[in-house]
């Protein structure tokens, strides 16, 4: 391949969606992260390192086990290669946004909000017209200096 094709698939988003309504095992979501971005890494040539696959089933996991817990009934996972990442976006019913609980030694889980943001380029929550969706990035290269969130630049 090229250097100028590798370029244009890198540079063109790759999407993928999953409508889950709200019986499913988080497992099944996870495993659609899994199967999209060994896809991304299979079909399109875009090195996927250990990392990247495992940060995005941890923050779709996440994502999708707050949507489960807090609003029950129908979601939508999109996964999207773009711009060198991996954007996250779930989006379910309920209005409310999510918010990371304040810091506390002694509390034991609920911790799930903060580890994605900890783990995410980006990370953001917005009201739809129904319901919410909220947003996140990994990255997929490597930092050669070994940030554990990759290179972000």
């Avoid at 040539?45 to 779709?60: C, D, F, W």
């Avoid at 711009?83 to 946004?97: C, H, N, R």
Wanted: hydrophobic share 40%; net charge negative.
């Amino acid at each position: 391949m090229h250097e100028d094709e590798y370029e244009s698939l890198v540079s063109r988003p790759i999407p993928s969606a999953l409508a889950l309504d709200g019986s499913e095992p988080i497992a099944a979501a996870r495993h659609f992260a899994y199967g999209f971005m060994t896809g991304v890494q299979a079909v399109h040539g875009i090195p996927v390192p250990e990392r990247a696959m495992g940060l995005v089933q941890l923050v779709v996991s996440e994502l999708v086990t707050n949507t489960h817990k807090y609003a029950p009934g129908p979601c939508l996972l999109d996964l999207e290669i773009s711009d060198g990442a991996v954007e996250i976006s779930v989006w379910d019913t309920d209005p409310t946004l999510p918010a990371a609980c304040p810091a506390d030694p002694g509390r034991v889980g609920q911790h799930g909000l903060e580890i994605a943001m900890a783990v995410c380029r980006s990370f953001e929550a917005r009201r739809e017209p129904v319901g919410k969706r909220v947003k996140a990035a990994v990255v997929l290269a490597d930092d050669p200096g070994g940030h554990p969130t990759g290179r972000l630049t």
